[in-house]
């Protein structure tokens, strides 16, 4: 991307009226912003109109804001469009970078005429959250497709940017557009527009001049196509005897390249239980890792262990009632929310939960035994789940729900001698002994045999349709064990299942197999 910021668009022929097209999404303030402009340009003695058209692709709906300013004249009266012409808008602000790769699709950025201001943060769609896989959409091609597409463009993280100074984006795109010279009004026009509005003028004018400066020093953010975690240094100390001896072990007892892995698997599970799971993961590792320098794992990299770092921590941080319960109830989570939304300090925010048990949850929560003799009554088991399956609206604002959840999210004391946690042990160790059998023959297939957990996620419907898709991508192993293209095969057939829900790709890569 190019940063360049001059005053060619303040220059254009008041003839000819300024358009600009604001593309936002539900919540991000579209139409503030937009009402921001009108303001500022009739404050100044323009003529302005805007027109908004709602749209459905993110979230509460993608809204694309068209406004059109001119300089009034007397006794003119100016007739403005109600909708952008492509190719003939000067300023588009796009709210998310996704948006802004729209609005090239539209035709409303070209490179002879168009300034492009955007946030490069990203709220995935609903089509990217959907895919069981990884959906979400290359951020690169809207970057490359931006750098040919405007004359001028101004990117950054403006979300972000305005978050921490208490305020929404809206705030710091319209400080980006101060600054981008793009229009003939000054700075000071601009912020008397914000302090106009009365609510949260302060929050919004720090967000505002964060983004001016932010435009004048120049540069443009990086944008990573595969924007990822990665892992620090694992610590010297925890702070926590049992944590400082998992550090230990992790120093003593495997290679460098895999104890990043490691200790955010450690991390993960001392959170989702204590650190005597913990301690029980790095076992189960360990079990691996000395398969793995039996059968010439030192000559792949050690390979195998590395994938079973991963996903062995996945298989035991499993999502259930309890996990569930946990999450919801945390400081954390209502202080997150309390930011997005951006509630005051004289305001009180009261969440409502949407929660669909089901019987079969129920059961998994409860002790073996119990758990076992109920989903072994199915006369039982359907009486209790007509009174238990149906949509439930909690008010974890109250203190009877919250308490409720609390409660639940306290069981995870117990969750060992739960159905659910003998359920999720047995298929990790039937999961993990396949693996094995597999090792001696056919390393790198062993490898994707390990892999392959990446499929069971989630809880309820989608967790039973996760382990569905397992056990068909596994039914495959017998056929491709002997192979020397087994593993890309197996990859493959992984990928397919990764496509849609329904698992239609997966048919099809299964009967290829099945051809071989």
Same mark, same amino acid.
């Given at each position: 991307m190019n940063i360049h910021v001059d005053n060619a668009f303040a220059a254009l022929s008041h003839d000819k009226p300024l358009s600009l097209a604001i593309l936002a999404m539900g919540g991000q303030g579209g139409g503030v912003l937009a009402d921001w402009i009108v303001d500022l340009a009739e404050s100044e003695g323009w003529v302005a109109q805007t027109s908004s058209v709602p749209g459905v692709a993110q979230r509460t709906g993608a809204t694309i804001y068209y406004l059109e300013l001119i300089k009034a004249r007397d006794g003119a009266h100016p007739v403005l469009a109600l909708m952008p012409t492509p190719g003939d808008v000067?300023?588009?602000?796009?709210?998310?970078?996704?948006?802004?790769? #729209?609005?090239?699709? #539209?035709?409303?950025?070209? *490179? +002879?005429?168009?300034?492009?201001?955007?946030?490069?943060?990203?709220?995935?769609?609903?089509?990217?959250?959907?895919? *069981? /896989? +990884?959906?979400?959409?290359?951020?690169?091609?809207?970057v490359d497709a931006t750098d040919f597409a405007a004359k001028k463009t101004i990117a950054f993280d403006m979300d972000t940017l305005a978050t921490k100074n208490g305020s929404v984006i809206s705030a710091s795109m319209f400080g980006s557009l101060a600054a981008s010279g793009a229009l003939p009004f000054s700075k000071e026009a601009f912020e008397a527009t914000v302090r106009k509005g009365g609510k949260g003028v302060e929050a919004s004018l720090r967000a505002f001049n964060a983004a001016y400066d932010r435009v004048l020093r120049g540069g443009n953010d990086k944008v990573s196509a595969t924007p990822g975690k990665t892992f620090a240094e694992i610590p010297q100390t925890a702070g926590h005897p049992a944590l400082d001896r998992l550090l230990t072990r992790i120093r003593k007892e495997f290679p460098e390249n895999i104890q990043p892995m490691l200790y955010a698997g450690v991390k993960k599970l001392t959170d989702f239980q204590d650190p005597a799971y913990a301690d029980e993961y790095l076992t189960e590792v360990a079990k691996l890792h000395a398969a793995d320098k039996l059968n010439g794992g030192m000559e792949k990299d050690f390979a195998f262990t590395s994938q079973a770092a991963k996903y062995v921590a996945i298989a035991m941080a499993y999502d259930d009632v309890i996990r569930v319960a946990d999450l919801k109830t945390r400081g954390s989570r209502f202080d997150r929310v309390k930011k997005e939304v951006g509630v005051k300090a004289d305001q009180i925010l009261y969440t409502t939960e949407y929660m669909h048990p089901r019987m079969e949850e129920v059961c998994g929560t409860l002790p073996k035994g119990l758990g076992s003799f109920i989903e072994n009554r199915p006369a039982l088991f359907n009486w209790l789940n007509r009174r238990i399956d149906k949509g439930r609206r909690v008010k974890t604002g109250t203190l009877f729900w919250f308490a409720g959840l609390y409660f639940v999210s306290s069981l995870r004391r117990f969750r060992r001698g739960s159905l659910r946690h003998s359920i999720e042990m047995a298929h990790r160790d039937a999961w993990i002994r396949t693996a094995l059998n597999v090792l001696p023959q056919n390393y790198d297939l062993a490898v994707e045999v390990l892999g392959n957990r990446r499929l069971v996620k989630g809880y309820s419907d989608t967790h039973v349709r996760g382990l569905s898709k397992f056990d068909r991508v596994m039914s495959a192993l017998?056929?491709?064990? /002997? #192979?020397? +293209? /087994?593993?890309?095969?197996?990859? #493959?057939?992984?990928?397919?299942?990764?496509? +849609?829900?329904?698992?239609?790709?997966?048919?099809?890569?299964?009967k290829t197999v099945a051809s071989l």
């Open positions: 000067d300023v588009v602000l796009a709210a998310e970078l996704m948006e802004a790769g #729209r609005s090239v699709l #539209r035709g409303l950025v070209t *490179p +002879d005429k168009t300034m492009l201001i955007a946030s490069t943060h990203r709220s995935y769609a609903v089509g990217e959250k959907e895919k *069981p /896989g +990884d959906g979400i959409g290359n951020p690169t091609i809207v017998p056929m491709l064990t /002997g #192979r020397e +293209d /087994g593993a890309a095969w197996m990859r #493959r057939l992984r990928q397919a299942a990764l496509l +849609d829900e329904g698992g239609i790709a997966l048919d099809g890569a299964l």
